[in-house]
């Protein structure tokens, strides 16, 4: 299975300090939502070194230093890589788990180019996902038909559709909610969408270095082709994809805007997302 480093007593501080949380939460389902979703309106998610050609590396002391130190985003193997390494920290039993994503109607099977964590309580499993850029996946119950709702009013769904091994997987998760609210991929604001499949099996850490490896180099990867930046309102989300900007809060109008200059790029990055590009790197996307 992916080997786990506990975090030091400061790196869990200065994670607590990065998502915005006083103290550590109760070691229970309502604690695991109270960090997953300080951790999704703190921490953007964002595939810039993908398109910089810089390269990803999801191990630990590197997940930390990128998202916490160094204060940037991430896409999902690092995303969850830390979140499963400060769960660890702070008292909750997990391991990560990989899984296809099925949000835009891919040709299926899509490979497992995403992850996510499993979270053990006494009697009880649950799913929680600080990294999957789409849209807000609450933590859920690992249940047959077990539902959740989000803070933009998106309501979710797992559906136990097969057994470990079976293609695209063993559950899978649906939503139903404002398209505005995702990265631009959902088609529907009333019908279920799907969003990714996953089982349950042990995953090493030579699977997460496979997936990632094609998440950030294959031709055909999201990553390789869009620029991709995302990060959760209490009441909404905020997505940046290549020149596009959208705005979504429960009860408001939708700010929709296309980017025209390179300034105005590095404007909405910092204010938007807390993200600092120089001029040469914004050039070097080849957005403009």
């Known amino acids: 299975m992916?080997?786990?480093?506990?975090?030091s007593e400061p790196q869990k501080s200065a994670y607590l300090a990065r998502i915005g949380l006083s103290e550590p939460p109760e070691t229970g389902p309502a604690g695991l939502a109270m960090v997953q979703a300080a951790h999704r309106r703190s921490i953007p998610f964002e595939n810039l070194d993908v398109r910089l050609g810089r390269g990803i590396a999801c191990d630990t002391s590197s997940a930390f230093a990128k998202l916490v130190t160094a204060k940037r985003g991430g896409y999902c193997f690092e995303h969850n890589r830390l979140l499963a390494d400060m769960l660890s920290a702070l008292g909750f039993a997990n391991r990560l788990l990989l899984a296809r994503v099925l949000l835009g109607s891919p040709?299926?099977?899509?490979?497992?180019?995403?992850?996510?964590?499993?979270?053990?309580?006494?009697?009880?499993?649950?799913?929680?996902?600080?990294?999957?850029g789409g849209a807000y996946a609450p933590?859920?119950?690992?249940?047959?038909?077990?539902r959740a709702m989000s803070g933009?009013?998106?309501?979710?769904?797992?559906?136990?559709?097969?057994?470990?091994?079976?293609?695209?997987g063993s559950w899978l998760l649906e939503r139903k909610g404002p398209r505005l609210a995702t990265d631009g991929r959902a088609a529907?604001?009333?019908?279920?969408?799907?969003?990714?499949?996953?089982?349950?099996?042990?995953?090493?850490?030579?699977?997460?270095?496979?997936?990632?490896?094609?998440?950030?180099?294959?031709?055909?990867?999201?990553?390789?082709?869009?620029t991709v930046i995302s990060l959760c309102l209490p009441d909404g989300f905020t997505s940046l994809v290549d020149r596009k900007l959208t705005v979504w809060r429960m009860g408001?109008?939708?700010?929709?805007?296309?980017?025209?200059?390179?300034?105005?790029?590095?404007?909405?990055?910092q204010e938007r997302f807390g993200l600092s590009l120089d001029s040469?790197?914004?050039?070097?996307?080849?957005?403009?």
Not at 108 to 125: K, S
Not at 252 to 267: G, K, M, S
Request: glycine fraction near 6%.
């Open 107 to 132: 040709p299926a099977p899509t490979p497992r180019t995403h992850c996510l964590v499993l979270v053990d309580f006494a009697g009880e499993q649950w799913i929680a996902d600080a990294g999957f």
């Open 152 to 168: 933009d009013g998106a309501e979710h769904r797992l559906t136990r559709i097969g057994s470990d091994g079976d293609l695209p």
């Open 188 to 226: 529907s604001d009333d019908a279920w969408e799907p969003q990714f499949a996953f089982d349950t099996a042990q995953v090493a850490d030579a699977d997460l270095a496979l997936g990632n490896h094609w998440a950030a180099t294959h031709p055909t990867s999201r990553f390789t082709n869009a």
């Open 139 to 146: 933590p859920m119950l690992l249940a047959d038909g077990a």
């Open 280 to 288: 040469a790197e914004i050039g070097r996307l080849a957005l403009f």
């Open 2 to 7: 992916s080997t786990q480093q506990k975090p």
């Open 252 to 269: 408001h109008d939708a700010e929709r805007l296309t980017l025209e200059t390179p300034a105005q790029y590095a404007a909405v990055l």
